[in-house]
């Protein structure tokens, strides 16, 4: 019997690669087993594969360094990843890079089966993402469970060895010995302490310090010494007026009073305020209309919650943007019509669009725009198919400023 196609699946666990490999075996594929990303592409350079299956989450070099690598020098070659820990970021990023599909394990026979024929079929189109943005996508994640070696490689052997079983680092803290005839009530090595053996019964009784007390009660009695007037310098002492003019021009003297205080006319005051309000409200001015202006960064928000809408045109309006607004369906098929933008950042749910309608809609009027997906019910699901329409980044609600911002400036980096 003819082979159906020939698989390679790559998986550092072996009761996974077996799992597979019987899985597909009855539908007729030949599948050859790989336990690591390196023996992978040992086998790749030997013989041909119809489709790659390769695990995320390997020691040594992970599945999304192993796509990228196949992506470059097998482009042909299809693929697709399955994970223990799935995430959306990581999904996006998968199809991104040129993975078909994305698979959060455990899955059943029929899921696989299903997703292979899908891909081999041609059903699943690997999304256009230009070789430059693939290049910036972030395929090292240390906070997933790596091997502790994989992750000694990228954060050194320290960190690593702090790493417990959440991922995240485990620190001693190592409590100070407490120090000998120490009294807590005076918080201090005291002699008192020493002799009695604790603290003393003026102290407990009163709460408070009697060390303390006469120190504090000295401090009150002495008398504040101020400086020697005569080592300070300054040209509000009363030197000599033409050494004052020499120092700070002629002006300043014809206001100097004998006492070393400037005083002004008032009307000259007046004049002098004018001035300077005026010239406030020319930089403010200048600095409105660049901030205003559209030039390249224009960028249009689309979310039913007026709030959302708000808080993200505040903080990229802050940078240096030009964001536009829409709440509805309407009004955003209308602003996508009529203007161009370089990048819509898209939320999932607005009343009326049905599913992906609106992104595919802007695709098919403004193919050269970047689009962010900002959502608040984010699922494995959404991630792969917004990806595979052409989403550049897929953010979870609530997102930090700096998140916003950091995802706004890689789109725009290459928008046209």
Same mark, same amino acid.
């Given at each position: 019997m003819q082979s159906a196609g020939k698989i390679l699946g790559v998986d550092d666990?072996?009761?996974?690669? %077996?799992?597979?490999?019987?899985?597909?075996?009855? !539908?007729?594929?030949?599948?050859?087993?790989?336990? !690591?990303?390196? +023996?992978a592409l040992d086998k790749m350079a030997k013989e041909s594969f119809s489709l790659l299956i390769s695990d995320i989450v390997m020691p040594d070099m992970n599945g999304l360094e192993l796509l990228k690598l196949v992506k470059n020098q097998c482009p042909l070659t299809k693929a697709f990843m399955m994970t223990a820990y799935a995430a959306? +970021?990581?999904?996006? $990023?998968? #199809?991104? =890079?040129?993975a078909l599909d994305y698979i959060p394990k455990p899955f059943t026979p029929d899921e696989l089966r299903t997703t292979i024929d899908r891909a081999l079929s041609e059903e699943l189109v690997e999304c256009k993402t230009s070789p430059e943005e693939k290049e910036t996508i972030n395929i090292i994640d240390v906070d997933i469970p790596f091997d502790q070696d994989e992750v000694a490689k990228?954060?050194?052997?320290?960190?690593?060895?702090?790493?417990?079983?959440? +991922? =995240?680092?485990?620190?001693?803290?190592?409590? *100070?010995?407490?120090?000998?005839?120490?009294?807590? =009530?005076?918080? =201090?090595?005291?002699?008192i302490f020493k002799k009695l053996?604790?603290?003393?019964?003026?102290?407990?009784?009163?709460?408070?310090? *009697? @060390?303390? /007390?006469?120190? @504090?009660? &000295?401090?009150?009695? $002495?008398t504040a010494k101020g400086p020697d007037v005569k080592t300070l310098i300054g040209i509000d002492m009363p030197f000599d007026y033409t050494e004052v003019a020499a120092a700070?021009?002629?002006?300043?003297i014809d206001h100097l009073h004998h006492k070393g205080v400037i005083m002004r006319p008032y009307e000259e005051l007046k004049k002098e305020f004018a001035r300077q309000m005026k010239q406030k409200s020319e930089q403010s001015k200048v600095a409105h209309e660049l901030m205003t202006e559209p030039v390249h960064k224009n960028i249009l928000?689309? +979310?039913?919650?007026?709030?959302? !809408?708000?808080?993200?045109?505040?903080?990229?309006t802050k940078k240096g943007f030009h964001v536009d607004q829409a709440v509805t369906?309407?009004?955003?098929?209308?602003? #996508?019509?009529?203007?161009?933008y370089h990048l819509i950042l898209l939320d999932l749910r607005i009343p009326e669009v049905k599913e992906l309608?609106?992104?595919?809609?802007?695709?098919? %009027?403004?193919?050269?725009?970047?689009?962010?997906?900002?959502?608040?019910? &984010? /699922?494995?699901?959404?991630?792969?198919?917004? &990806?595979?329409?052409?989403?550049?980044?897929?953010?979870?609600?609530?997102?930090? *400023? !700096?998140?916003?911002? @950091?995802?706004?400036?890689?789109?725009?980096?290459? &928008?046209?």
């Open positions: 666990e072996k009761r996974i690669c %077996h799992t597979v490999k019987k899985i597909l075996s009855k !539908n007729n594929f030949e599948v050859t087993q790989a336990l !690591n990303a390196r +023996d959306t +970021d990581t999904a996006a $990023k998968t #199809i991104r =890079m040129g990228y954060t050194g052997k320290e960190y690593a060895k702090t790493i417990g079983p959440s +991922d =995240m680092p485990v620190i001693e803290v190592k409590i *100070p010995e407490p120090l000998e005839n120490f009294c807590e =009530m005076g918080n =201090m090595v005291c002699d053996g604790s603290t003393c019964k003026v102290g407990v009784k009163k709460s408070l310090c *009697p @060390q303390k /007390s006469k120190s @504090q009660k &000295a401090q009150k009695g $002495k700070t021009g002629p002006e300043y928000v689309i +979310d039913d919650e007026v709030s959302v !809408n708000n808080n993200i045109r505040k903080i990229l369906k309407s009004e955003a098929l209308k602003k #996508i019509h009529a203007s161009s309608e609106l992104l595919k809609a802007i695709y098919d %009027h403004r193919p050269e725009a970047k689009v962010i997906i900002i959502t608040g019910y &984010a /699922s494995i699901e959404t991630a792969v198919e917004t &990806a595979r329409v052409g989403a550049v980044d897929y953010l979870n609600k609530p997102f930090t *400023p !700096n998140g916003i911002r @950091q995802a706004t400036e890689n789109a725009l980096r290459f &928008a046209a």
